[in-house]
C-alpha cells in the first residue's frame, strides 16, 4: 500500500471512529471507556465502576433522572 492510500486510510478509520462517537452520543449509549479516561485523569483516587456497574448507573440516570421529559 503506498503512503497516499495508507494516509487515505488512516483518515477514514479516524472518520469512522468519530461518527461512531458521535451516534453513541446522540443515542445516550453509555461509553465506559471514556468514563475510565475521565476517572484516569480526573479522579485518580476513586476506584472506577465495574462495566455493569457503569452500565446499570447510566440506565438509571438515563430513565430515573429530573431531565424535561413530560412524563
Known amino acids: 500500500m503506498g503512503t497516499d492510500a495508507a494516509n487515505e ?3 477514514i478509520a479516524a472518520r469512522l471512529a468519530r461518527a461512531v462517537v458521535a451516534v453513541r452520543t446522540m443515542i445516550g449509549a453509555p461509553d465506559y471507556a471514556r468514563y475510565l479516561a475521565h476517572q484516569r485523569t480526573r479522579h485518580p483516587d ?3 465502576l465495574s462495566r455493569e456497574a457503569f452500565a446499570r448507573e447510566r440506565e438509571r440516570a438515563r430513565y430515573e ?3 424535561s421529559r413530560c412524563c
Open 9 to 11: 486510510s488512516r483518515s
Open 65 to 67: 433522572g429530573t431531565g
Open 46 to 48: 476513586v476506584t472506577p
